[in-house]
């Protein structure tokens, strides 16, 4: 193993992504390949080798980025490795057939920031992307980490770090986009009970669907958030935190136990922090996956070791939080923001972004979309710059349709308001919302019915069943939905919904069911004619929902081009197609079962879907 | 680890910044770029290459890029080494040890006179990083 040693100059850094989508892309594999031939070279002196938190362009790992030079390579496999470093590390020849081509052009962008997908981006909370080793504190001090925590300790009073937070403008990333400034300062003036305790609290419950911000984040940058909490701890007055994180991010629960050890070794956390008489200590709550958890009186329950249920707000966790004291929750990206907030001023910070909605959001782009991957972008960006300038477009030249912000409690938003400049008032204006960053882009050959399903079916699912509006309603709901794709709706069963929706949202416990009707509302809304074609004319427009189609042989194609080919009737399990080798083949409706696989297993494009 | 001061935290931040500087990008000052074929290497560039890379360290330099490329096609006159000067016409250096490399970097890199008696000539081809 070659081991970056931090009192050595080299030449080269090769930035390899250790991100989980790389991760699982074998970018460790890669990492070993490298190793081996830069030893094979005799170069182990002059390039290190370092592993980072996820760089973003995840469309394209495992990724390898060869500093200085900012030189991008992508997709690679390990049978590339050997050219590679025989070509630019020892021969000076940056390698081309390995670089990225945009979609629908032909020449390879070999830097980093002359590609697209980084060029319109603005890092703040993913400032430390691809450059650093996030089990490597020092990588993360030598980027100015932990000066923002020293200034705070050292020279700013509780009130004065309040301030600059509420200057700058910084809300919640989680989704609601509350205040955090405002919140510290009713966490910081909530009179605690039984000696005065209060508590900070990162919330990592990240579940929605296609989202993994925080998960790339905790990955990539754990230091950034325990800063974040430690400047929090100074300014509430709190003495202990806890990072709530799923289980099932395995990677993230690693290497925020590696950070919190390390920052504890260098006295940047527990007594005495830096010398300046302040305490404060973070530990690690695992969560067993429920969506749920990610509601803040439901995640206090869940640390506290109780079912994890939400309760009635008020009191609100400000008041009486985790064992009843004022507890202080925010979610991992606005802790991340707060280090550079304190180190650069709220002013500086609130320059970025709309006059609501300040500084950076990250998001992670989801769905028909060619660049999928994580990407920051300032407050007041449009969808349009987001989908076609960062993402590239929808992937074969198919038409964009609509787009789902806010995961399963958002809403989807049209091609009609696709310059809709992103905030958190523009998107909730539009019938969706913030969230905490999931962005799932959906082309003309989604279904809306069924995606309104799908969402519905995610939160059924998750829905903890405290409270009758969400544990029944959203059955109900759900159970119109599929009826709706299967075809046996009825023309009632639109106002139903609608009514429903309407009641569920106006009396659920807690977030996930006063949200949970939303992607069936702003479908209604929007794409009240899928809806129609659904019961009127038992027809799914966008061929999605399998048991409203007809499928039909072309009797001309089928013999022409195919020669009556058979492969749909052998492969047909319930009989339902007539015709032998060198006839043309029909579809006995009778018999069809609706399942598609005619239409999947024939190569001449005889099978139509109507 | 013993446990850090604010003044300690702003050392240690000032020692890794070095160390970080390489990837940060930016623009450079000069490329080096010591041409490492088999010729090369045999005739000695690993040696130059070193002694660049230690000065590089020695005097923190932040702008200089330190690159190696194949044979030049001199194979007679390696080692050899190309320093480019942004905004300037590349200059070839041949027949080279480590320290003649040192002083080209010291006169040429960061002093701007070409040492004419190493030098083979101005112009090059250029290559991309």
Known sequence: ?610 | MPKLTIEELAKTRDRARTKLVMREGGEFRAKVNVHMGTCGIAAGARAVMTALIDEVERRSLRDVLLTSSGCAGLCSQEPMMTVEISGQAPVKYVNLNAQKAREILENHVLGGAIVRGYALGIGSEKTDV
């Open chain 1, 1 to 610: 193993m070659i081991k970056a040693d931090t009192q050595k100059t080299y030449r080269l850094h090769l930035m390899v992504c250790a991100g989980t989508g790389c991760v699982s892309n074998h970018s460790y594999e890669i990492k070993s390949a490298l190793e081996r031939e830069v030893r094979k070279h005799g170069l182990e002196n002059e390039v290190t080798i370092v592993p980072t938190g996820c760089n973003g362009f995840c469309e394209r790992g495992p990724i390898l980025v060869v500093q200085p030079g900012n030189i991008f390579y992508q997709q690679l496999a390990v049978k590339d490795i050997p050219h590679l470093v025989e070509e630019h590390l020892l021969k000076g020849r940056p390698v081309t057939k390995l670089m990225y081509v945009p979609p629908e052009q032909k020449t390879p962008v070999p830097v980093l920031s002359d590609i697209p997908f980084f060029k319109k981006q603005v890092l703040i909370a993913l400032r430390n992307r691809g450059l650093i080793n996030p089990e490597d504190i020092e990588e993360y001090i030598a980027r100015d980490g932990y000066k923002a925590q020293a200034k705070a300790l050292s020279s700013l009073t509780p009130e004065a770090i309040i301030a600059e937070v509420t200057r700058s403008g910084l809300r919640g990333r989680g989704g609601a986009g509350f205040p955090t400034g405002l919140k510290w300062q009713l966490v910081r003036s909530a009179q605690s009970a039984n000696g005065g305790a209060k508590y900070i609290v990162c919330n990592g419950d990240e579940g929605d669907p296609g989202a993994f911000m925080d998960r790339s984040i905790l990955e990539a940058d754990p230091h950034s958030v325990i800063e974040g909490m430690v400047i929090g701890a100074k300014a509430i007055g709190a003495t202990a935190g806890f990072v709530y994180v799923r289980n099932e991010y395995p990677l993230a629960v690693e290497r925020v136990e590696t950070a919190l050890k390390q920052a504890r070794e260098y006295g940047l956390l527990g007594a005495d922090i830096l010398g300046s008489g302040f305490d404060f200590d973070i530990q690690i709550k695992r969560g067993a996956g429920a969506f749920v958890c990610g509601e803040e009186t439901a995640l206090i329950a869940s640390i506290e070791g109780r079912l994890g249920e939400p309760r009635p707000r008020p009191p609100y966790p400000a008041q009486s939080g985790l064992w009843g004291r004022p507890t202080c929750i925010n979610n991992v990206e606005t802790w991340a923001n707060v280090p550079v907030i304190i180190d650069r001023g709220g002013a500086w910070f609130s320059g970025i972004g709309t006059k609501t909605s300040k500084g950076t959001k990250v998001f992670s782009l989801v769905g028909k979309i060619n660049n999928t991957g994580l990407v920051e972008v300032p407050m007041g960006i449009t969808l349009r710059e987001i989908i076609y300038d960062i993402g590239g477009g929808i992937p074969g030249g198919k038409a964009f349709k609509a787009v789902q912000t806010g995961g399963p409690s958002g809403g989807c938003i049209t091609k009609a308001q696709i310059d809709l400049p992103i905030d958190y008032e523009s998107l909730t204006a539009a019938g969706s919302m913030m969230g905490s960053g999931g962005m799932v882009i959906m082309d003309e050959d989604t279904c809306m019915v069924d995606v309104a399903r799908y969402f519905l079916s995610f939160t059924q699912d998750e829905s903890c069943g405290k409270c009758t509006p969400c544990r029944e309603g959203t059955k109900a709901m759900l159970d119109i939905l599929t009826r709706i794709t299967e075809g046996k709706g009825t023309p009632d069963d639109i106002v139903l919904l609608g009514d429903l929706a309407r009641v569920i949202k106006d009396t659920a416990l807690c977030g996930l069911g006063k949200t949970a009707p939303n992607p069936v509302l702003t479908t209604l809304d929007y794409f009240r004619d899928e809806y129609e074609a659904h019961i009127r004319h038992r027809r799914c427009p966008a061929h999605v929902c399998r048991q409203l189609n007809v499928y039909k042989i072309d009797a001309h194609n089928c013999l022409e081009k195919g020669k009556g080919c058979d492969v749909c009737r052998r492969n047909c399990s319930s009989d339902a197609i007539s015709g032998s080798k060198g006839q043309a083949h029909a579809v006995l409706q009778d018999k069809c079962t609706k399942c598609g696989v005619c239409h999947d297993v024939c190569v001449f494009g005889a099978v139509r879907v109507e």
